[in-house]
Structure formats: C-alpha cells, structure tokens
C-alpha cells in the first residue's frame, strides 16, 4: 500500500529524541544514539514531529507501506473494565443523524447539507463510548467521522475544502482521550488555518469510562 510516512536523515539527526515525544503514534525511537524510524506501518504521516525537530532532519517521502498488526492498550498498558448500568425498561432514543453519507472519505465536499451547517467532526469510538451521542453531540449538527489510526489518509487537505467551499458556522471535535485520537483534532485545526476563516471551533474529549472530560 502507497503511504505517506516521514524519513529521517541519520547525518542530520542529532539524537535529541523531540521528534520521539512528539510521536502519538510510538512509531519512531532512539537505536544507537539516532532517532529511527522502526514500524513504518504505525506512521500516521500527520507530521507532528517534523516541526520539533532542531535541524530539520525529518521529511516526507510516500513509500510502499505493508500492513502492521497493530495492538492498543488502555494508559498503563491494564485491561480496564467499566460497571454499566442495566435497565429493564431502557427509554428509546431517536436518531439525529441528518445525512449520508457520514465518513469524511465518502461526503461530498460541496454537499448541500453543508451550507450553513454546525459541523460535528467525531472519532468513530466516540458514538460508542458516551451514551448519549446522538442527544449530546449531533442533535441540530452535520456529522461527520473517521478514524485517524485505520484510515491510511490525511484528512486536512478533504476538511479543508469542505471549510473553504462552505458557510459553516461552527464546529465541534469530538474525540477520545487515547493519543491516535489527536491526529482529527490536529487535522481539523490545520483545515481551520488553511481556509483562512474565523469559525468557532469547540474540542470535546471523551474518557474511555464514557464520561466528558
């Protein structure tokens, strides 16, 4: 698979480890003194490192990328379970969802529905961790969501032109609390400056015991 991933040139690297810091993706480490690409597959090609790094040893390159079984860990690397309340008689929620498609790959980005819209940009995980999603987060919103871990895309350049082709009049990230999470919030801001407009932008994280931060 063709991929977008960063290269890091060993004469310029300094060994700092910055750009190992910066990485939410734990895929780059320091090997012999040298900061070390080591699982290309986990690479989100977001670039937070690059703007880190002292002596601009970290680029861009697209390289054919295999898949990487990859394995995700609650913080602290525990299995953590949550008590969930049972109902007998649990209340019937309505649907706000007011568009399809939803995924950010699929949506046109001059859809009508867009026009004058409050803009819900959500992390797949998030509708499944807080009960109430649909009453809390897209009642009176245009939804749309994505996964920055399994979707092989950058999604700044796609919510770019859905920013600039379109009046949007605000819009709300919702995201979980685990780092790969950090790449939509981060996408959605680079959209925000790309544009070059002034629109109201809220962040809304999610624990992973479903409560609001």
């Known amino acids: 698979m063709l991929k977008k991933i960063i290269e890091i040139d060993q004469e310029k690297c300094l060994g700092c480890g910055l750009c190992v810091n910066a990485c939410q993706e734990s895929a780059i480490e320091l090997i012999d003194g040298k900061a070390t690409l080591i699982r290309e597959g986990y690479c989100d090609g977001l670039g937070n490192c690059l703007p880190v790094c002292p002596t601009n040893a970290i680029s861009f390159i697209e390289k054919e990328v295999g898949t990487e079984k990859q394995t995700f860990a609650c913080p602290g690397n525990k299995v953590t379970t949550f008590e969930v309340e049972d109902s ?29 819209a409050d803009l819900l940009i959500a992390a797949d995980c998030t509708a499944f961790t807080y009960g109430n999603f649909h009453s809390d987060f897209m009642k009176g919103k245009v939804t749309i969501i994505g996964c920055p871990k399994l979707d092989v895309v950058n999604y700044t350049d796609k919510l770019t032109e859905i920013v600039k082709q379109n009046n949007i009049k605000s819009i709300t990230v919702a995201r979980m609390e685990v780092p790969c999470c950090s790449g939509l919030e981060y996408a959605t801001k680079e959209a925000l400056k790309n544009s070059g407009k002034d629109i109201n932008l809220e962040v809304k994280t999610i624990a992973l015991d479903g409560s609001l931060i």
């Open 88 to 116: 007998e008689t649990p209340s019937k929620s309505i649907s706000q969802l007011r568009q399809w498609p939803v995924q950010i790959q699929l949506v046109p980005v001059t859809a009508p529905y867009f026009d004058n």
